[in-house]
């Protein structure tokens, strides 16, 4: 390795901000601060959780159901039309 180049590679503690769990791992830094791990992420836990904060789930959600809903008159209302022939 060429000398004065490289950054100083150590041991790095990884704390989360979110559940608290902290492992280490290697990284330029001592100490790294993330929001989300795999320990608290839904991908990995498969829970829904509040890691929203501007309420955009909640928007998906109502527009969502707002199809849903438009989906299930469509079917209802062809569903009488078979029925009345
Ligand atoms: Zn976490």
Partial sequence: MKKGI???YVL????CGTCGNT???????????VEVCSNCHPFFTGK?????????VERFT??????????????????????AR
Avoid: C, N, W
């Fill in 62 to 83: 109502r527009r969502y159901q707002k199809t849903a809903d438009k989906a299930a008159e469509k079917a209802a209302a062809t569903a009488e039309k078979t029925a």
């Fill in 6 to 8: 490289h950054p100083r």
């Fill in 23 to 33: 492992f280490m791992t290697g990284s330029t830094r001592p100490e790294l601060h």
């Fill in 48 to 56: 829904q959780q509040i890691v929203d904060t501007a309420g955009r």
């Fill in 12 to 15: 790095a503690k990884v704390v």
